[in-house]
Structure formats: structure tokens, C-alpha cells
């Protein structure tokens, strides 16, 4: 790993190497194979092995791999708690992020609601998705889990003659739990990506 991302998360492997493995398998939580560790993460078979991470059998050397890393090692073994949702302002410290979380997480998505729309059953399947959750409003919305204990819900309202399109992105409650707050905004950046190319790769 040559790239600033590589040497993170090759500091982030060698602390988990300290941890207890069946700890670890628990807390991700995930399922053993040989040394490694096999979960889904953003939609694709992650490999969470001592030297290096691999998604879809490729190396995650890049943001997404950084993410694995620092997720397995702050994820706890408290299990995640879905409601109630929470928004990415209501986070301590998350000020200064709100305007780059917005753009890049929610209005990324909105020039693409009617083409989810007609697409989200197969979002919902690479990230094993639930659709429209209870006490969730909007023209139509789902849940997504780019983590194991990290979810997302979007709330989709479609275009009409008054208004138009807008998009909401919140977290499952205790999320701050198992990822710093910088980590969370790129976990939802690179969710909403992942739905980019979803629907325009197959619909």
C-alpha cells in the first residue's frame, strides 16, 4: 500500500491484530475464514485479513477500505440500535461538516430520485435493505446497511409541479458508537455513490 489511504489503514490492521479474534468476529460482527474476517461492506463481500482488506475480491486500498479499517477498529459490541433515527447535525461536533455532508450525501442524490425510485429494489438488495421503515415519511424511502452496525435511511420526496425533488439522509441511532464522525460522512458519501451507480448501471 503505497497511497496516504494505504498507510492508514495498514496502522489501522496493526491494531486490530491486538485485538481478541473472537472478540472482533462478535463486535463486527462477521464470519471467520482462515485468519480473515468476511462481512458485507458497501454493498460489496468485504475480506478483512491481518495485511489487507479486499472488496469484491479486489484490494480496498482506497477511502472505502480506510473505512472497513476504521470501522473494525472503533466498531463495540453493543448491537445496533436502528431507532430513532438521527441526522448527521444533531452528532456533537459536526458543525463544521454540515454544509459538505449535505451536498455530498443528500443533494448528490436528488437529480436521480425518479430513476431510485424505479430502481430501488435492486439498491435494496446489494445492501440488504429495508424499504419504506415505520414512522418514516416521504413519497418513499429505505434503509440501508453499508456497515454491519452502521445504517442509513433515505427519505425521497419526487418532483412535482410545486416543488422539487429533495433527498434526506439520517443515521441509525447509535452509529456514533461505531465510527468517528468524519468517518460517518464519508460512510454516507460513498452509500449515496454506490446508489448513483446502481440505478444508472441497471436501469
Known sequence: ???????????????????????????????????????????????????????????????????????????????????????????PGSMPYHGAFSVNCEQVLVPHVTQIKEGQEIVLNVFSGEMDPEGVAGDFSFVLYPLPKIALCYIFYLPDEEFPASVTCLFSHNAFSFMPLDGLADVAEYTSKAIIQLIKGNC
Open 1 to 91: 500500500m503505497n497511497s496516504n489511504y494505504g498507510r492508514i489503514i495498514e496502522d489501522n490492521l496493526a491494531r486490530i491484530k491486538a485485538s481478541p479474534t473472537e472478540e472482533l468476529e462478535k463486535a463486527l460482527p462477521a464470519d471467520r475464514k482462515g485468519n480473515g474476517f468476511l462481512f458485507r461492506a458497501f454493498g460489496q463481500d468485504c475480506s478483512l485479513e491481518p495485511d489487507k482488506i479486499t472488496l469484491d475480491g479486489s484490494p480496498a486500498t482506497g477511502p472505502k477500505g480506510l473505512l472497513v479499517s476504521l470501522y473494525a477498529t472503533h466498531v463495540k459490541h453493543e448491537p445496533i440500535q436502528l431507532e430513532p433515527f438521527q441526522a448527521f447535525k444533531d452528532f
